[in-house]
C-alpha cells in the first residue's frame, strides 16, 4: 500500500492486478463493470448497521476492497483468503487501517476458536466452494452469541449461462433448507433492482442468448470449469462494454439503484442471508 493514507475507494482503484480464480471474477469500477460493482457494493452497505463497532470475520474476501470499506465501520475485521500471495498482497495495501488484518486459510474449516466474532461476512463466496454446509456449520461456530452470519449469492434461476468460477448456486428453496437443519434463527431477502438495473439486465439477457445459440452442443455446461474461465472472461468484458454502450444509463447506476424484498423471491438476482446461533 502507499505510504500515504488513502480511502478504500481509492486504494482499490490503483491495484489492477489479479491474484486467485475467485477475483477474476470479481468486478473493477470502471464504466463497464459499473452495474455489477455496484450490486456487489449494496451488500457491504446491507451490512453496516450488524457490523457497526463490532468485531468481525470476512470469509473469500479476494482483494479486500469490501473488508477495507467494512473496516470503517468494525471495531476489529479479519480477512480470509485461501490464497496466501492474495493475503500477502492485502496485507501490504491496507497496512495502513489499524483495524484490518488478513489470515490464509482453505474454508472449511475456519481457522478461528468458538465463539471469536459478533459477525461473519461472506459475499459471493459460498457459491465458489465444495463443502457449502460444513461452511455454514463453521461460521455459527466461530460467532458469538447473538451474533451474525451475512451470506449473499446469486440466485441460480437468474442464471442464464453456467459460470465457471462457481462450483454451485443455489434456489431460495435450496438454500432455505440448508440453512434450517443448522440454525432456526435465519431470514432470506431477495435482491432487486429499480427499471434502470432491469433494463440493463434485460440487454444482458439478449446478449448471452445470442452467444449461447452458437453453443449447439451445450458445451459450455459439461467442458471442465478451467477450460472455460478465459473465454468467459473474454466474453463477459466485450458484453459489459458492449452493454455500456446500449444501456448508456448504467454507468449512473448506483446502489441506490438496488433494494432488497421478502417476496416473488424466485426473481431476485440474489439470495441474502442473515442466520445466527439456536
Not at 492486478?17 to 473493477?28: G, W
Not at 461460521?139 to 437468474?158: C, I, M, Q
Not at 431460495?172 to 434463527?185: A, I, Q, R
Not at 432470506?188 to 434502470?196: E, F, I, V
Amino acid at each position: 500500500m502507499p505510504k500515504e493514507a488513502r480511502k478504500p475507494e481509492t486504494q482499490i482503484n490503483n491495484y489492477r492486478s489479479i491474484f486467485t480464480m475467485s477475483s477474476h471474477e470479481r468486478a473493477h469500477h470502471d464504466d463497464a463493470n459499473n452495474v455489477t460493482y455496484q450490486r456487489c457494493q449494496f451488500a457491504y452497505e446491507f451490512a453496516k448497521p450488524f457490523i457497526t463497532g463490532k468485531e468481525v470475520l470476512d470469509v473469500g474476501c479476494g482483494m479486500a476492497y469490501g473488508t477495507a470499506l467494512m473496516a470503517q465501520s468494525a471495531k476489529k475485521i479479519t480477512g480470509i483468503d485461501y490464497d496466501q500471495q492474495t493475503v500477502t498482497g492485502n496485507s501490504q495495501r491496507y497496512a495502513s487501517i489499524p483495524n484490518l488484518s488478513f489470515r490464509q486459510g482453505a474454508v472449511p474449516p475456519l481457522p478461528f476458536a468458538d465463539q471469536s466474532f459478533d459477525v461473519v461476512t461472506a459475499f459471493q463466496f459460498i457459491e465458489h466452494i465444495e463443502h457449502r454446509k460444513e461452511f455454514i456449520k463453521e461460521a455459527l461456530r466461530v460467532l458469538k452469541p447473538g451474533g451474525s452470519l451475512l451470506v449473499t449469492t446469486p440466485n441460480v434461476k437468474k442464471s442464464l449461462a453456467r459460470n465457471p468460477f462457481h462450483v454451485h448456486e443455489y434456489t431460495f428453496d435450496e438454500m432455505k433448507k440448508e440453512v434450517e437443519s443448522l440454525t432456526p434463527k435465519f431470514q432470506l431477502k431477495g435482491l432487486n433492482g429499480n427499471d434502470r438495473v432491469n433494463t440493463y439486465y434485460e440487454e444482458n439477457g439478449k446478449f448471452v442468448r445470442m452467444i449461447l445459440k452458437w453453443d449447439v452442443l451445450k458445451l459450455h455446461r459439461i467442458l471442465p470449469a478451467a477450460i472455460l474461465t478465459k473465454p468467459y472472461n473474454w466474453v463477459t468484458s466485450l458484453m459489459r462494454n458492449k452493454l455500456k454502450e446500449k444501456v448508456s444509463q448504467s454507468m449512473d447506476i448506483t446502489t441506490k439503484d438496488f433494494h432488497l424484498q421478502d417476496d416473488n423471491l424466485d426473481a431476485m438476482w440474489d439470495i441474502y442471508l442473515v442466520a445466527g446461533k439456536q
